[in-house]
C-alpha cells in the first residue's frame, strides 16, 4: 500500500500552478432570493475527461482555498477520467454561506436549485445532457464545508460521498451518505491566542468520530487525522488520498447502470488510528478498502508529543513580517521591475512571536529550509521563493495564500504556515489600453493559433483562456482535444490582460480584455 501512494505522488512532485487548468465550458447564472433576501451571482466551470462519451458522476467543488489547486491536479483529473466523472468548478461560488445560519434546510434547497440551474446549462451547451442528472461528490474546505453539508442534507440521492476538507466537522444530520472528513489538527487561525505548543495535538475531535460510529454503526465515515498540518493546505500525500478515495468510492457507489447503490455493511474495513489515549473498544472509523485505511493509520502515526517549530515569512529585503491577519501573516508584495515578480523568503523562528501567548518561549527547528508552495489564487510558482501574477479565471474573487512547509524529525512535528497574498493592481500613473484585433473561428482540426494583442503602454501582455478546450503557450492558442459528444460550435474565450508597473515612470493596470471565437467542423 505504501508503494501505491508513494507512487502516485510523481503526478504533483514538480508543484502545483494555477496557469493552463481546462475547462471547456461555462455558464453564468444568478441565484434565487435567499433567506435574507439577497441574490448572488456565480460562474460555473466543467471539465469533461478527453476521452469520454458518457458522464456518469460530477466532482463538485468551488472556491475557498486548495480547491483551486485540486480542481487541476493531474492525478485527481486522472482519477475523474477513469470512472468518467466530470468536474464543476464554482468560481464565483454558487454557494452563499451567510444565509444557511439563519434557515439551515430551506437555503440547502436554495443551492440545490441554484446549482441545478447552472448544470441544466452546462448540460445544453457541452453537448452532455447528462451533467443535469447524473451524481455528485461534492468536496469543500473551510466555509464550503458548509457547501458539502447543504448538497448531502438537501440531496442525499444525488450524492455518491461528501469530503470535508480540514476541520472537525461533520455534516448535521445525514448519517448515510459516505463521508471522508480530513482534520489537520494544526489549525493556524487564531493560533496567537493559544498556547502553540500544545494547540496541534489535541486529539479530542476523534472522540466525536468514534462516538458517532457507535451511534450510526451503518455509518460509511472516514476519517484522516493529520498532525502535521492545519486549516489551509493539501500536501501532496493528502492529494493522493484523496484520488484514491474518490476511485474506490464511485467504484463502490456508482453501478454500471449510473444509479447509486448502498454499500453493504460488511464492505469496507473498519481500522481505528490508534491515538493515544483516545479509543472506544469495538469501534473504529470505516474505509472503503486495507489500503485508504493503512494509509490514514500512517499518516496519525507520528509523535504526538513532539516539539514544535514555526515557519514565517521575510519579505523581498529581508523584513520579518508580522503574524497580523488573525494569527497569520499577509504581505501587499513589493513588485520588481516587470510589475508582476515578487519574491519571498521562509525562515524557522527561534521564538515565540510578540503577539503570541508565551511570547519569546524559545522553539525548536529541524535541519533546512522550509520551502514556499502555492495554495490558491492568481500568482504562478517561479521556484526558488519567486512568484509572478498570472491572472485567470478565478481573479479578481479568488483569494491568494502561499504555505512555507518544513519537515519534521521524529522529536519536531511537521510545520505548514499560509500567508495571505494582497495583490494590488496599479491605480497610479499613465494609463494604458489593450488593442487586440478580433479572433477568427478555427475549425477542429487546428492544433493552435497565434495571439497577438498589444499595450500601448508598450509593455508585454499576458493572456489565459477563460473557458474552452485550450490553453496558452508561448503566445499561441493551443488546442486540446475534444471530447467527443461535444456539441458544435464549441466556444473558446480568451482574455488579455496588462498588470501595470510601478516605480519612478509608473503605468496603470488595463481593463481586461475579452475575445470570444468557436471551434467549428
Not at 186 to 201: F, L, S
Not at 430 to 436: F, G, S, T, V
Request: overall charge neutral; glycine content about 8%.
Amino acid at each position: 500500500m505504501r508503494l501505491l501512494f508513494a507512487s502516485l505522488l510523481c503526478a504533483v512532485c514538480s508543484g502545483q500552478t494555477p496557469v493552463n487548468q481546462v475547462f471547456q465550458f461555462m455558464q453564468a447564472g444568478t441565484s434565487p432570493v435567499w433567506a435574507d433576501g439577497k441574490t448572488i451571482s456565480a460562474t460555473a466551470y466543467l471539465w469533461i475527461p478527453e476521452k469520454c462519451r458518457k458522464l456518469r458522476g460530477l466532482l463538485v467543488m468551488a472556491s475557498n482555498v486548495p480547491e483551486h489547486m485540486l480542481v487541476g491536479d493531474r492525478s485527481i483529473r486522472a482519477v475523474a477520467a477513469a470512472n468518467d466523472l466530470g468536474i464543476v468548478w464554482g468560481s464565483p461560488t454558487f454557494w452563499y454561506s451567510k444565509a444557511r445560519h439563519d434557515n439551515e434546510v430551506n437555503e440547502d434547497k436554495t443551492v440545490v436549485t441554484f446549482l441545478q440551474s447552472l448544470l441544466d446549462g452546462l448540460a445544453k451547451t457541452s453537448g452532455y445532457p447528462e451533467v443535469a442528472t447524473v451524481p455528485w461528490l461534492p468536496m469543500g474546505e473551510s466555509g464550503h464545508l458548509l457547501m458539502v453539508d447543504a448538497l448531502v442534507e438537501a440531496a442525499p440521492e444525488r450524492c455518491i460521498a461528501g469530503i470535508w476538507i480540514k476541520n472537525a466537522h461533520l455534516p448535521p444530520h445525514n448519517r448515510t451518505v459516505p463521508a471522508l472528513v480530513v482534520f489537520g489538527s494544526a489549525q493556524e487561525w487564531g493560533q496567537d491566542k493559544v498556547d502553540i505548543h500544545t494547540r496541534w495535538n489535541n486529539l479530542t475531535p476523534y472522540d466525536n468520530v468514534l462516538k458517532q460510529r457507535q451511534e450510526h454503526p451503518n455509518w460509511p465515515l472516514s476519517f484522516v487525522f493529520d498532525g502535521g498540518s492545519g486549516h489551509f493546505d493539501v500536501s501532496a500525500r493528502l492529494v493522493q488520498y484523496f484520488a484514491h478515495y474518490i476511485d474506490v468510492i464511485t467504484k463502490a457507489r456508482l453501478g454500471r447502470d449510473g444509479l447509486l447503490r448502498a454499500i453493504p455493511r460488511n464492505k469496507g474495513i473498519v481500522a481505528d488510528l490508534h491515538l493515544p489515549g483516545h479509543a472506544i473498544p469495538g469501534v473504529a472509523p470505516w474505509f472503503p478498502d486495507p489500503a485508504s485505511a493503512r494509509e490514514a493509520q500512517s499518516i496519525a502515526a507520528i509523535n504526538w508529543k513532539a516539539e514544535t517549530q514555526i515557519p514565517a515569512f521575510q519579505d523581498g529585503k529581508g523584513k520579518l513580517l508580522p503574524f497580523d491577519f488573525n494569527g497569520i501573516s499577509s504581505i501587499t508584495p513589493e513588485m520588481e521591475a516587470d510589475g508582476i515578480t515578487f519574491r519571498l523568503q521562509a525562515v524557522m523562528l527561534d521564538q515565540l512571536p510578540a503577539n503570541f501567548m508565551n511570547a519569546g518561549s524559545p522553539l525548536t527547528k529541524a535541519p533546512g529550509t522550509p520551502g514556499i508552495e502555492w495554495l490558491s489564487g492568481a500568482v504562478e510558482p517561479l521556484g526558488d521563493g519567486r512568484f509572478r501574477v498570472a491572472l485567470d479565471r478565478t481573479w479578481p474573487q479568488q483569494a491568494v495564500y502561499l504555505a512555507a512547509r518544513q519537515k519534521g524529525t521524529a522529536q519536531i512535528r511537521d510545520a505548514v504556515q499560509p500567508i495571505g497574498v494582497k495583490l494590488q493592481r496599479n491605480t497610479t500613473g499613465k494609463p494604458q489600453k489593450i488593442q487586440w484585433d478580433p479572433i477568427s473561428d478555427v475549425r477542429l482540426s487546428t492544433k493552435s493559433i497565434p495571439i497577438h494583442a498589444v499595450s500601448d503602454s508598450g509593455l508585454p501582455v499576458g493572456y489565459f483562456v477563460v473557458a474552452g478546450p485550450a490553453v496558452i503557450e508561448n503566445g499561441r492558442v493551443v488546442f486540446s482535444a475534444v471530447p467527443p459528444q461535444t456539441r458544435f460550435p464549441v466556444e473558446v474565450t480568451v482574455a488579455a490582460w496588462q498588470w501595470g508597473r510601478g516605480g519612478e515612470q509608473p503605468v496603470r493596470a488595463a481593463d481586461t480584455v475579452k475575445q470570444t471565437f468557436h471551434i467549428t467542423k
